[in-house]
């Protein structure tokens, strides 16, 4: 039995280059209790991470009591990580869950029956309706919902009210993931597959701290960096993450840019292959457009510019710049270090130019992974809850449009399509003004996630703006609301969802939600059947009831688009492993990779948006685009590099960024109600490098003020692998779990510090540049709770290990046969017995 808290990422099994990864089965049961206390297993994947590893539930009494990793998932092979293993099931009968809806009634939430919270609401967005229309209403969601309820409330938004003001948080952590696949190649889609982990000689992680943000991910790459003909592996992260440690031992690079300057880092690399001549000149000849305007952009970006600009030495660079250049195959994963960041889809984007200047997309080992922060980010992006319209068409292309009006048998003029869709930055204004008066917010804590947290927590207890808040407990945000509305959670019901490399799976319902919660779907449902949707020829707009007859209409909405579930059903979905689209009757396996051809969904007539100018956002028009003749060839796109928007000053000297521990997800809701994540990091922290944290007269657990022009946090410090000149904080940490809830509270909130600025394009708020001071308050009383495993491990001295999780199991079976794995198709027969029986 495993600590796997101390042990985050379990045993290894290396295995060579090109051959498959193998199988090993994690388990965790409750306390007491072994698999044959287990009365059955549900299939479903966690949903603690964008990785979404197949997981089966196990059911005892009518309660989730643990999970076991599924062999057969493609995604997982049959492991768990710490969040999969400890925080799935806890929360589920945490005894403060909402069991009932919640009303405001003089100042205070008092419950209530369902039809007077409902009532209320809808009497609200009547009145809204007939007083200010339909662009009075707003909807805030969230990456952990379900496709059947995202492409409902889709639907309900766009065609029943006709509000473009419609996003979700996956704003704030994969925006720029879906704007820079939309500029590059012309539609969101994640190009590349796990299964390039196996095949490729170099694997590049830009702002990505796999090791603990996506765990079981990071436990592939380890077996292959453990195993024979090893990965080289190249980290750009301003932390010594595991990732880091990783490169060096791999002897591989570890890239620290100053917080802020990515692109100027990412245009040095950009100039090397040109430079170098480490680009297929024939391929991006027939592939790509815009190599002269991109070369030009680049060109002032000399390894001396760069090793200036960013603080990076210039040897490196070019070391980092030759691997990319000469090795075969390259694998890329993008992550929050640069979409939080300054420039965040100019930087991104330039990792697409990389990989397009040397022809590496579309076969094993070249992959690019422009990873998610939550579980179901995917499905929003696709199914049209965040604003873009569902099929990933183009609210620009009246084609587009008018083809959901037909599917939807509306007018077409009620669809917003008049202007961009609405960003999550912008609602918030609009609530902050009262011309939004009704917030409906699910799923999400905007109270802790979004940036300036008074400033939106004035927006939300402001009287300017009705709030409804749709979630499984009474979180920060919900307690500023009008009404609460008590949610089910996963494996309180059925639903299917997207991982970040384009798997379907589904997740069945295992276990019924306590006292009167009702599923994100049923919650939807019941408010257009009282707001009475029709269509234009008066039936109901909405015409499903169930979650499967849900996904057979999102089904249809993918029909003749990149993003295809028309070969999908929740029979097929019931088999050994989840399914990667586009799924149809061209590829009714799934689709391991895009772009194999390569041809890219760039056309005037297909692609998802026209682009943009990455410096300024401004959009390219219908005939710009049109005059570029993309004709499937993708986009080489360059920008220059400026400095961020708050540099150090006197008064600041310092660079706040933000970040996550391995041990929370999100604003741990989930999370912190498991014993064994909750004490493996119970508390917030900042970290300092040790010469800034010297030069402040500040030790291991000292209490520090960490102030930036819009507040401060009191927090105890870590004295860490953060680089000079800044300072790390988690931003898992809010005011639930704390007994005096106060505005001091708020003195562990790192966002009451980040700045209401987003980047041009992914419209994605930045995290990651502010700048701060530091001032010791107190001697420490002993170390800070910063966890003692992986980037927050101290730099230097003895603490107490960070330990203590509940006992895993851990065990390694026999490798089924994976479909579409490319490992097992070249390596000749793949093993025909499968295991799923026999677990
Ligand atoms: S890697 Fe992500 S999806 Fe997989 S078990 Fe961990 S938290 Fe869950």
Known sequence: ????????????????????????????????????????????????CSNGCGCDIAVKDGRMVGVRGRATDVVNHGRLGPKGLYGSTPWASSPDRLTRPLIRENGRLVETDWPTAMGRIVARSQQLLAEKGPLSHGFYTTGQMFIEEYYTLGVLGKAGLGTPHMDGNTRLCTATSAAAFKESFGADGQPGSYTDIEHCDAIFLYGHNMAETQTVLWMRILDRTRGEDPPAIVCVDPRRTPVAEEAERTGGVHLAPRVGTNLALMNGLTRELLSNGWYDETWVQEHTIGLAELRAVVEPYTLTAVAEICGVDADELARAARLFGTSENVLSTVLQGFYQSHQATAASVAVHNLHLLRGMIGRPGAGILQMNGQPTAQNNRECGADGDLPGFRNWDNPAHVQELADLWNVDVATIPHWAPPTNAMQIFGYAEDGTIGLLWISATNPAVSMPESARIRKILGGDQCFVIVQDLFLTETAQYADVVLPAAGWGEKTGSFTNVNRTVHLSEKAVDAPGEARTDLEIF???????????????????????????????????????????????KLRGPTGIPWPVNEQAPE???????????????????????????????????????????????????????????????????????????????????????????APDAWVELNPTDAERHGISEGDVVRVESPRGAIEVKARVGQVMPGAVFAPFHY?????????????????????????????????????????????????????????????????????????????????TPR????????????APTETIAGRL
């Open 1 to 48: 039995m495993t600590d796997r808290i101390a042990d985050i990422w379990g045993q290894r099994t290396p295995h060579a280059r090109g051959t498959v990864w193998p199988a090993r089965v994690d388990e965790h049961l409750e306390a007491g209790l072994t698999g044959a206390d287990v009365d059955r297993w549900v299939q479903s994947a966690c949903v603690l």
């Open 525 to 571: 449902l019941m408010y257009a059947d009282a707001m009475d949707f029709r269509d234009k020829d008066g039936a109901p707009l909405i015409r499903w009831r169930t979650p499967d007859a849900a996904f057979d209409a999102w089904r249809e909405a993918t029909r003749g688009r990149p993003v295809d579930y028309t070969g999908l059903s929740y029979e």
């Open 590 to 680: 799934g689709t391991d990779r895009l772009y194999t051809d390569p041809i890219f969904p760039t056309s005037t007539e297909q692609c998802e948006t026209y682009g943009h100018d990455l410096l300024t956002g401004a959009s390219v028009t219908e005939q710009e685009h049109r005059a570029m003749a993309p004709a499937g060839r993708a986009f080489l796109k360059g920008c220059a590099y400026t400095p961020a928007h708050e540099l150090p000053s006197e008064a600041y000297p310092l660079l706040f960024t933000t970040g996550r521990t391995v041990y929370q997800f999100h604003t741990r809701t989930k999370t912190a109600r498991s014993r064994s994540l909750r004490e493996a």
């Open 734 to 814: 809010g005011s639930w779990d704390l007994a005096d809830v106060t505005p001091a509270s708020q003195s562990r909130q790192a966002n009451e510090l980040t700045m209401t600025v987003w980047d041009p394009v992914s419209k994605q708020p930045y995290f990651k540049t502010a700048a701060c001071r530091v001032t010791k308050i107190a001697d420490g009383t002993g170390p800070s709770p910063a966890p003692t495993t992986a980037a927050s491990a101290p730099v230097r001295g003895h603490l107490p290990p960070t330990q203590g999780g509940s006992p895993t199991s851990s065990r390694l079976v026999d």
């Open 818 to 829: 994976y479909p579409n794995d490319p490992s097992q198709d070249t390596a000749g027969p």
